[in-house]
């Protein structure tokens, strides 16, 4: 499987912006698809996941209710819809493709598949 993320860019506190991953390759309804970031100078972290039927989304705390995930299995392609950002959403935003378990949704190690980053920035 291979993933091409896009949809970064330069934004106001308090815009919106819509990530999208698309994959190639076999098998993408099967995979539990997340999204990760990585701020300026810290450790990457999780931000959102959805399981393959789609019926379940995962957040970090600090962007629930802010951020949707969804994907389009007949397109095979995941979406990170980014509302009412803050300075502190600035990063790189990955998406990756793994078959995790519900506790380990969060855990970057449980991902097969990166895709190569898109950039977030957030003025203040």
């Known amino acids: 499987v291979q993933l091409q993320a896009c949809g970064g860019g330069l934004v106001q506190a308090g815009g919106s912006l819509r990530l999208s991953c698309a994959a190639s390759?076999?098998?993408?309804?099967?995979?539990?698809m997340a999204w990760f970031r990585q701020p300026p100078g810290k450790e990457r972290e999780f931000v959102s996941a959805?399981?393959?039927?789609?019926?379940?989304?995962y957040f970090r705390d600090s962007v629930e209710g802010r951020f949707t995930i969804s994907r389009d299995n007949a397109k095979n392609i995941v979406y990170l819809q980014m509302n009412s950002l803050k300075p502190e959403d600035a990063a790189v935003y990955y998406c990756?493709?793994?078959?995790?378990?519900?506790?380990?949704?969060?855990?970057?190690?449980?991902?097969?598949?990166w895709g190569q980053g898109t950039q977030v920035t957030v003025s203040s």
């Open positions: 390759g076999p098998s993408f309804s099967t995979y539990t």
């Open positions: 990756a493709a793994g078959r995790p378990t519900p506790s380990a949704i969060s855990l970057d190690q449980m991902y097969y598949y």
């Open positions: 959805i399981r393959w039927s789609g019926s379940s989304g």
